[in-house]
């Protein structure tokens, strides 16, 4: 569900290529989201196959493999909008160190005591790398994007003081 919606929600931007995908993606969401680059264009092949998005065009540069661009169809953006919902329509809530968490007593003092701290090495240096996003897209009146950044800076400023209350 994550890769349509990435997918979806990229192409009601703009025609794509699948390369310019997986770059939209680093670039907003860097290590936010895991997401392959193989899981991509299996997840392209798939919604042409549903009739969510068209190959409209195609590109060959050099000896570079031929590239194809992808626009979204109604059908597309219907499915996106419905996926959109259901994912906030869901009531569970996960962050994938809950996982870890529910292990932590497994490790010794010592090891409990240097994951905590490198995690909020870790955290700072996401919080420092958010403000610096925030701050470049505060001055982009257009974009999208300023919900997700201050969405994830409270969810770190949230962890990290959790995080001293464990000192």
Do not use: C
Request: no cysteine; glycine share 6%.
């Amino acid at each position: 569900m994550k890769i349509e919606i990435t997918i979806l929600g990229l192409l009601t931007e703009g025609n794509l290529y699948g390369y310019d995908i997986k770059k939209k993606i680093v670039e907003r969401l860097e290590d936010y989201v895991d997401i392959k680059f193989g899981s991509i264009y299996y997840a392209i092949k798939k919604a042409v196959e549903n009739g969510w998005i068209k190959r409209i065009g195609t590109e060959k540069d050099g000896g570079n493999p031929e590239r194809y661009v992808y626009s979204i169809l109604p059908e597309g953006k219907k499915h996106y909008k419905k996926l959109v919902k259901q994912y906030f329509d869901r009531n569970l809530m996960h962050f994938d160190i809950d996982i870890v968490l529910m292990f932590i007593s497994s490790l010794s003092d010592e090891q409990r005591s240097l994951f905590l701290e490198d995690r909020k090495e870790l955290i700072k240096d996401k919080l420092n790398s958010m403000k610096t996003k925030i701050e470049k897209e505060s001055k982009n009146k257009e974009s999208s994007l300023m919900h997700m950044y201050t969405y994830i800076e409270n969810h770190l400023k949230a962890e990290m003081n959790w995080l001293k209350s464990l000192e």
